[in-house]
Each structure stands twice: as structure tokens, then as C-alpha cells.
């Protein structure tokens, strides 16, 4: 099993470049970090987790940034967004981000998605909710149109964007009909998630990875409904805290990565619980 992690970086705790050098040094597969641009204080959303929310979401880092960093200081480590909340984005811009990390770290880029919880964050970059799905999906169609070898128009319901000149392409090749860095889907299980899956992703970042035994069946029906190739879906169990039991299970699964969650540390916490989760490597 392969073994990713994930962490709130914020302006309080370990830095992105020390983090990056640790986990390369120590054999984990990757790095993931998520996105919250701002948390507004008048906030009805209840945090999905229950009780009240955490500090480290109104001071996260942008996550390309810090990815940045990541990718200046190590050669093989794997860099990803979890989740890039796309429809907060000017996909235009977003797909340049994209292309040239995926481009300056060698291909070491995955696109994690999503479509957000925080009402009011959303709503304060422009963002009708109930609308917010089809948006990201009609986004990712743009930005697909950007990153083909040829230019390509693309005129959606959304937003379109001229035949153009879009430089650097990122450099992981198409699989299939997906053009663009690995592209992995965070959300519960259910119909319209996993035909947003097998539409124009690579796989499922399933929160938790709890459940999977019921919905991953479900999942790879629609996977194959939508004539995509069975042995190149990928689920990714994301922010999950490591046992040998549970890792054992996803591998029953078929599951070959996991993300664990770190906490929103200082280097020492930080560094002892990746001590911690050295046993899984």
C-alpha cells in the first residue's frame, strides 16, 4: 500500500518545504493539501464534521503555492490538491496553475476536486449552490479544451474559451479520454458523484474511505456503463488514520494509495506522527 498524506498548512505549523524533504526522505508517496480561500464569519453552513470549525480552515495556505514550495525541494514526491474547490475558480486561470505545476515538478501533479460545503464561501466568489456541480463539471470541459496538444474552442453553458495558445501543457499524457494531469473526484457516494467520476476523472477520493465494501461496486458500474477501462479507475481512501486492519482491507478492495491525515502541527507533532505512520510504509 502506498502511503500519501495530507495536512492543513497554515501560517501556525510546519512549513511546506521542511514537510516535502521529511516525506521523501521517509518513503511516502505524496503530499495533498486542500483549499478554503476564506471562511466567512456570518456562517449558517454547519461544518460537515459536526461541532465548531477548526481553526486551521480560515488560515490554510493556497495550496498551489505551498505546492510550489513542495516541488522546488524534492524529486519524487507526489503533489496533489485535496480538494481544488473548482468553482470558486476563473477556470482560465485555473488550468494555467495547473499545467505548470504539473509541468515544473515532472508530471508529479493530481488534480483533487470537489464541490465545496461553505455556502457563504461559495457564494462570495459568485457561486449559485445549486448550480455548483454542473459548474465544476462544465469547468473541467474547459479546461481540458486548454490543455489538448491542438487548439481547441470550447463554448459551454457556463463559460467558453477561444481556440488558443496555451502553454505549458501539462506533461502526464491522456488516458483514455481525460487530457490533463491524474484527476481524482472528493465526495460522498452516489449517482451524480460517480457519473462526474466517470465523465472526466481518473478516479474517487472517498472522505474516511468508510463504506467502500457497498459503493465501490456501484462505482465501477458506471465506470464501466460510460465505457471507461475497469483496470484504470482509481480510489484514493483520503484523511484516513492508518491501521493494519484497514490498510489490509483496502488492498482486498483493490485499493493500491491511502491518504492519512496529519494534524495542523508545528514540526514536532508533526514529525512524530509520521514516526507513527512509518509502520505502514
Known sequence: MRIAVT??????TITPTRLARELEDRGFVGLYLPEHT????ERTTPYPAGGELPREYGRTFDPFVALGQAAAVTERLGLGTGITLVAQHDPIVLAKQVATLDH??????????????????????????STRRELVRDRMAL??????????????EFGGVRASHAYPKPVQKPRGPIVGPRTLVGGAA???LFSHISEYADGWLPIGGRGLGESLPVLR??????????QALQVVPYAV???????????DLGIEEAVAQLPPAGEAEVLKTLDGLAAHL
Do not use: C, Q
Not at 7 to 12: N, R, Y
Not at 38 to 41: G, M
Not at 117 to 125: G, M, P, S
Not at 221 to 230: C, V
Open 143 to 156: 479546461m481540458r479544451a486548454l490543455w489538448s496538444e491542438e487548439p481547441v474552442a470550447y463554448d459551454g
Open 241 to 251: 488514520h492508518p491501521t493494519p486492519g484497514k490498510l489490509a482491507r483496502y488492498a
Open 104 to 129: 515544473l515538478s515532472g508530471g508529479r501533479f493530481t488534480l483533487g476536486l470537489g464541490f465545496g460545503w461553505n455556502v457563504e464561501e461559495a457564494a462570495d466568489h459568485g457561486v449559485r449552490w
Open 221 to 230: 458500474a458506471a465506470w464501466a456503463d460510460a465505457g471507461r477501462d475497469p
Open 190 to 192: 452516489g449517482p451524480k
Open 38 to 41: 476564506h471562511i466567512p464569519v
Open 7 to 12: 495536512i492543513f498548512l497554515t501560517d501556525e
